[in-house]
């Protein structure tokens, strides 16, 4: 028994039994989790996929919906071996579409191979990837254009060069109030002026400025009538007081008198006709002056027998890119002493509709016909030119030739406009054949319109520009300086004149790379990036 206790035969075979289930469990550990980790990096690669091209959808102004059926797709498409055969998963809080990101979830039930000895067949691997949409505060490629806005704190308007009256912040850039009308009653028509100041009351380096903010201002907006006791001319009114340039828009001069009356508009004299039906009521159709300066007003002068009404109305044709895109009165025709609401809406940009981005000579405006100077930007606190030194020295860029302007038609801008910087204005209207051929040269022979590029689902096209938004910092004609507040794309349509620098085109939702970026949306117009933040 001694003997038989002491031997130690069949030892090594109890040991390497013991080993060998110890030997699989670290197989299983090294061959079936690398395995793992191999699927989710694969899996991981199709969320990413899936999320990015979902979020495209939403930045494009897509559904919810076809944000959620693009991420599977996409998803489905980048799932390469051993990823491959994944599911979305589609219900929150795995899977989430909202206005601003796309988070996706993809799972996969992956095959065990050591682990299966210890009665394991397949591990669920998940993974997560959330793309969402941020807007650029800086970006290259710009071109020497810049389109004006107003982002107002306060609208003022006055009366007969009265004390200004304060209007009332209505949302959505529309500001109302009322005015008072003069006690006197006149043959002559009461101008209205509206003033809109946006937030700048100091310079970016912290030198004083405005102290209600840059105003911009239109003279002789509108016009009120205070007609004397038994004025021949009871009531003077257009059918439409502000159009668009260019619009092709109708106006009609509507006026009641007990005799036919005659009026003058934009130099000429003009013999009303009655209005059929409408005792006393007599009417014309004005021809809409086109104008080439920001806004322009039309005095309307009405005659009755010896009796005439100076500014008895008064229209006003603004260019579709104009800060103030709307000025109207309760009343236009008032009595001594009556409160009249004055509405002013300031020009909000609709993404889809036609504007004339960049427009020709006129009356030397403050903006310059909304061309720039991209030698001259200059980042806060710096904003003067020449004084303060220069953001960039265009004279670097490999390539480049003067004049700067016509060359960065031609050619994309290399460096970063931000948001805050300072641009200056150049001056004159810049139009001609050097214009025409310079964007000539930037298509290339590209003469998508917009509704073919939309049909063909917006392919990379040469017709596409980005430009700066901009607000006045001073009230200057000549070389000025804008800040910018923005930035934009615009698509320049095929039937734009060139040779005029009549630029015709459509503000675009998109999307374009850059490393300045924010979550929170700039006012008005923007462009958009996408990328990838961590999942919840």
């Not at 102290?211 to 205070?226: D, L, T, Y």
């Not at 500014?311 to 006003?316: C, E, G, H």
């Not at 020449?386 to 290399?414: M, V």
Request: with cysteine; hydrophobic share 40%.
């Amino acid at each position: 028994m001694k003997s038989l206790i002491r031997r130690d035969d069949g030892g090594v075979a109890v040991t390497v039994a013991i080993l060998i289930v110890v030997l699989v469990l670290f197989a299983a550990i090294a061959v079936d989790v690398g395995y793992l980790l191999s699927v989710r990096r694969q899996l991981q690669t199709a969320a990413d996929a899936g999320a990015l091209a979902g979020c495209r959808i939403l930045a494009d102004g897509g559904s919810h919906a076809a944000a959620l059926i693009e991420a599977e797709s996409f998803a489905a498409q980048n799932a390469s071996k051993p990823g491959d055969g994944l599911v979305m998963l589609s219900d929150p809080p795995d899977t989430v579409v909202t206005d601003q990101y796309v988070q996706v979830a993809v799972e996969k039930e992956s095959p065990l191979f050591f682990a299966r000895v210890l009665g394991l067949q397949t591990a669920p691997v998940q993974a997560r990837a959330r793309a969402q949409v941020a807007y650029l505060t800086g970006m290259r490629g710009m071109v020497p254009w810049s389109v004006p806005v107003v982002h107002a704190t306060k609208v003022s308007a006055r009366i007969a060069g009265g004390p200004e009256v304060w209007l009332s912040d209505r949302g959505g850039g529309m500001w109302q109030g009322s005015i008072v009308t003069p006690s006197t009653r006149s043959l002559d028509g009461y101008q209205v002026d509206v003033t809109a100041y946006n937030s700048q009351t100091a310079y970016p380096d912290g030198t004083s400025s405005y102290p209600n903010g840059v105003p911009e201002q239109v003279s002789g907006a509108a016009a009120v009538f205070v007609p004397p006791v038994g004025c021949a001319i009871e009531d003077v009114y257009l059918d439409k007081y502000v159009v668009t340039s260019g619009s092709g828009a109708a106006v009609r001069l509507y006026v009641r008198a007990a005799d036919k009356p005659d009026a003058r508009f934009n130099g000429k004299n003009l013999k009303l006709s009655a209005v059929s039906g409408q005792p006393n009521l007599w009417s014309i159709a004005l021809s809409v002056p086109t104008v080439d300066d920001l806004w322009t007003s039309f005095p309307v002068d009405v005659s009755v027998g010896k009796t005439t009404v100076t500014d008895a109305a008064m229209l006003l044709v603004r260019r579709s890119t104009y800060p103030i895109s709307d000025i109207t009165l309760a009343r236009y025709v008032a009595g001594p002493g009556e409160a009249v609401t004055v509405s002013v809406q300031l020009n909000e940009y609709v993404y889809g509709n036609e504007y004339e981005l960049k427009v020709v000579g006129g009356a030397g405006e403050v903006g310059n016909f909304c061309a720039i100077d991209l030698a001259s930007l200059r980042h806060p606190p710096n904003w003067r030119d020449p004084q303060d030194p220069a953001e960039y020295d265009i004279t670097s860029d490999p390539g480049y030739k003067p004049p700067a302007y016509y060359h960065y038609l031609a050619e994309e801008f290399p460096f970063v406009v931000h948001i805050g910087d300072t641009v200056w204005t150049e001056p004159g209207t810049l139009s001609g054949p050097s214009t025409e051929k310079a964007l000539d040269d930037r298509f290339a022979g590209d003469v998508l319109t917009f509704s073919q590029w939309e049909a063909l689902g917006r392919p990379g096209t040469s017709r596409v520009v980005y430009v700066p938004v901009v607000e006045k910092m001073q009230v200057v004609t000549g070389k000025s300086p804008m800040r910018v507040v923005s930035l934009a794309a615009f698509f320049i349509e095929p039937g734009s004149n060139l040779a005029k620098d009549k630029i015709v085109g459509r503000f675009i939702e998109y999307v374009a790379p850059s490393d300045a970026l924010s979550d929170v949306r700039p006012d008005g117009l923007y462009v958009q990036t996408i990328r990838l933040v961590a999942p919840e």
